[in-house]
């Protein structure tokens, strides 16, 4: 299959502004919001301003939207909830959020404290008197009255250093909600689990996925998907660089092993959808030169890649945010994988950068959805030569 791009657009784009991670919320008769922090340096926290815009075009104009009613607007007591969560609408008056908490700003005069109880400590992107605290708190919010009150509850998982959810959940055929959750224990060990709840989604529990663990990250940010009644597929970005796969045959209680499938994205999530024809579309971000936006297909429910023919979106980025800059791109660095390329990257950091990886070309966690005309919807972030680190959407469709 060939594509053929119809449009694309800024979502957002503004000087001395780092906008990234977008979320999405397909609404009605095609209406989409963008859900995103903006921030005032390059900002992996998601410690911003939540900002949510919307589009009634098909993505070629955005404007403000605060209506409760679409998930980005649900309530949340941390900016990176917004980011983090998996919310549902059970039904139009019972909606659901779950997933982990998220990072706080803390003074740094409270850094040993927020040592001492074990939470995890962050350098805040720009404010040098806070830091970004995160504790290990797993939670659920319902409301029964349209978003108008919320019940929330929270759990604490002992033994981690840092755990996060990912929103790239998903509601099963029978009302169970699938949330990818990955982290590291104080051993320095990864785990991956699932936040999975009932089918009303009143009970949850922490499911662990596969029955390893690993010094290596076999599986990181996860994409969940039903494929057919109770069969689902995982798909997720790990240290090897091609896309890990597993499969739960038993909606979502059990899963096979990881094994590394032929899609190339090093240090980029996967998002799957089902296409109308019944092809299975992945999107991401493709984190080495020509860095862009790639998409690929599976006509197999997600057994094969149909890598040959892979999509590619968008071939123009590559470009260290404006916030911390390098020197020069070194353009041969970014064709490595693994420790050495952020080794390379790192000697080229300028401007009091905090992180080794702190310059690193910014881009990808695309989200993809399917229009009412078949035409397929794209949204990213990513940084062109301009330097200006931004929410960009592609609309485009299948020959």
């Not at 926290?45 to 098909?58: F, H, K, M, P, R």
């Not at 998220?102 to 400590?121: C, L, Q, R």
């Not at 962050?122 to 919010?141: D, E, G, M």
Request: proline share 5%; glycine share 8%.
């Amino acid at each position: 299959m060939h594509k053929r791009i119809i449009h694309e657009s800024i979502v957002y784009k503004s000087t001395g502004i780092y906008s990234a991670f977008p979320i999405l919320n397909c609404l009605k008769n095609d209406k989409l919001a963008i859900g995103f922090s903006k921030s005032l340096a390059r900002d992996h926290t998601v410690i911003g301003e939540w900002t949510v815009l919307a589009s009634n075009d098909c993505g070629k104009s955005w404007e403000t939207d605060k209506d409760l009613t679409i998930p980005l607007n649900w309530p949340a007591p941390t900016i990176r909830e917004r980011s983090d969560r998996t919310t549902v609408k059970l039904s139009d008056d019972v909606f659901i959020s779950a997933g982990t908490v998220g990072f706080h700003p803390w003074d740094i005069s409270k850094e040993s404290e927020a040592v001492s109880k074990g939470f995890y400590t962050y350098p805040h992107p720009w404010k040098s008197h806070l830091i970004s605290v995160r504790n290990n708190t797993l939670f659920t919010s319902i409301s029964t009255n349209r978003g108008k009150t919320w019940e929330r509850q929270e759990w604490t998982v002992p033994g981690f250093k840092i755990l996060m959810s990912f929103a790239r959940g998903t509601r099963l055929g029978t009302g169970e909600i699938l949330i990818p959750v990955y982290g590291t224990d104080k051993n320095g060990s990864h785990h991956n689990f699932l936040w999975r709840s009932d089918s009303d989604g009143k009970n949850w529990q922490l499911i662990k996925v596969g029955a390893f663990e690993s010094n290596l990250s076999l599986m990181g940010e996860m994409s969940l998907l039903e494929t057919s009644p109770g069969n689902v597929l995982g798909l997720s970005r790990n240290e090897f660089g091609y896309f890990t796969q597993t499969w739960s045959s038993d909606n979502g209680k059990t899963w096979t092993y990881p094994v590394l499938t032929k899609i190339w994205a090093p240090h980029s999530p996967p998002d799957l959808i089902k296409l109308r024809n019944g092809s299975i579309l992945c999107t991401y971000g493709y984190r080495r030169d020509p860095m862009g936006i790639r998409a690929v297909l599976s006509h197999d429910n997600g057994y094969t890649w149909d890598v040959k023919n892979t999509i590619i979106l968008r071939e123009d980025g590559g470009y260290p945010t404006e916030s911390f800059t390098m020197e020069e791109t070194d353009f041969e660095a970014l064709k490595i994988s693994g420790p050495e390329f952020r080794k390379r990257l790192s000697s080229g950091i300028v401007n009091k950068a905090h992180m080794p990886e702190t310059a690193r070309p910014d881009l990808g966690y695309a989200l993809s959805t399917q229009m009412s005309d078949d035409s397929i919807f794209s949204c990213y972030y990513i940084t062109n030569s301009d330097r200006i680190t931004h929410i960009a959407c592609t609309l485009w469709e299948l020959d």
